[in-house]
Each structure stands twice: as structure tokens, then as C-alpha cells.
């Protein structure tokens, strides 16, 4: 894989983990009891950064590699199908065990796009707060095997 790519992947890579360090303060008040309107909405952003994060990830390695990018109204979701598939280019970027947990991300994304912050549900949230941190290490470890054999 190219070094210039490889570097722009780390450095990614580098900006999720500064998310999730700031991020643990409102974490920890998380384990605590559950988070008000303003916590709720903050932890929506987090949520939704880390996968915009990811799947950053994705489209850098997917202009390199891959022969174009998905396109039209459901690029998202075919860009996240595309990234636990393998091409005639590449291996696949995760695997396939991470698909359901990395999906309910994909899916945070587009429902926090498409509602207003009082609408928020902590129900709906916290599995997917309190797995960040354990998915983002093997996603990690994915991206890193990924690199050293492409």
C-alpha cells in the first residue's frame, strides 16, 4: 500500500483515539446514570464522529485500491458492505464478525442526520457508547493487518 495513504490512514486513525480520550469523562458520568438531554446530544455527535471517522478509513483505502467508489443515494451503506469484501485489488478491510456491531454505527449515522436532539433515545445509544471503545480496538487491529498485506 502506498506510504502516502498509509500515513493519512494513521493519521485518522490518530484523531478517533483523541476522540475517544476526550471522550471518556462523559463515558465514565455514563456508567454512572444516565446522561441528560445536553449529555444525550453530545454523546450523538461522538457516536457519529466515530464512525464518520471509520469510514474515512474506508474511502482511503477504497480511492486507492478499488476501481471507484459507490455512488447514489446508498453509497454509505455500499461503501460499509464493500469494506467486508474482497476485490480483485484488495483483501477484505474487516472482518466479517465486526459487520453487525460496526452496522449499528452506520445506522446511528443516519438516524442521528434525520432527527432532532430531543428525540434521542438512551435506550438506543448506550450499547453502542459502551462498545466504542472495545470495537475501535479491533477495527484498529483490521486496519493495521490491512495495511501491512495490501
Same mark, same amino acid.
Given at each position: 500500500?502506498?506510504?502516502?495513504?498509509?500515513?493519512?490512514?494513521?493519521?485518522?486513525?490518530?484523531?478517533?483515539?483523541?476522540?475517544?480520550?476526550?471522550?471518556?469523562?462523559?463515558?465514565?458520568?455514563?456508567?454512572?446514570?444516565?446522561?441528560?438531554?445536553?449529555?444525550?446530544?453530545?454523546?450523538?455527535?461522538? #457516536?457519529?464522529?466515530?464512525? &464518520?471517522?471509520?469510514? +474515512?478509513?474506508?474511502? $482511503? @483505502?477504497?480511492?486507492?485500491?478499488?476501481?471507484? =467508489?459507490?455512488?447514489?443515494?446508498?453509497?454509505?451503506?455500499?461503501?460499509?458492505?464493500?469494506?467486508?469484501?474482497?476485490?480483485?485489488?484488495?483483501?477484505?478491510?474487516?472482518?466479517?464478525? #465486526?459487520?453487525?456491531?460496526? &452496522?449499528?454505527?452506520? +445506522?446511528?449515522?443516519? $438516524? @442521528?442526520?434525520?432527527?432532532?436532539?430531543?428525540? =434521542?433515545?438512551?435506550?438506543?445509544?448506550?450499547?453502542?457508547?459502551?462498545?466504542?471503545?472495545?470495537?475501535?480496538?479491533?477495527?484498529?487491529?483490521?486496519?493495521?493487518?490491512?495495511?501491512?498485506?495490501?
Amino acid at each position: 500500500m502506498d506510504n502516502a495513504i498509509i500515513q493519512k490512514i494513521q493519521f485518522e486513525i490518530e484523531q478517533i483515539d483523541e476522540l475517544l480520550g476526550e471522550t471518556s469523562p462523559l463515558f465514565d458520568l455514563c456508567k454512572i446514570r444516565e446522561p441528560d438531554f445536553v449529555e444525550k446530544c453530545g454523546i450523538a455527535l461522538i #457516536l457519529q464522529s466515530f464512525y &464518520n471517522g471509520i469510514e +474515512k478509513i474506508m474511502l $482511503l @483505502i477504497m480511492k486507492n485500491k478499488d476501481m471507484g =467508489l459507490p455512488n447514489g443515494i446508498k453509497w454509505h451503506k455500499e461503501l460499509f458492505d464493500n469494506a467486508f469484501k474482497e476485490t480483485k485489488n484488495r483483501t477484505y478491510i474487516f472482518r466479517k464478525e #465486526l459487520y453487525e456491531q460496526l &452496522n449499528d454505527y452506520l +445506522k446511528f449515522r443516519h $438516524l @442521528i442526520r434525520h432527527t432532532y436532539g430531543f428525540q =434521542l433515545k438512551w435506550e438506543r445509544m448506550k450499547n453502542i457508547l459502551f462498545d466504542m471503545y472495545p470495537l475501535w480496538e479491533k477495527i484498529k487491529e483490521d486496519i493495521n493487518i490491512f495495511t501491512k498485506n495490501n
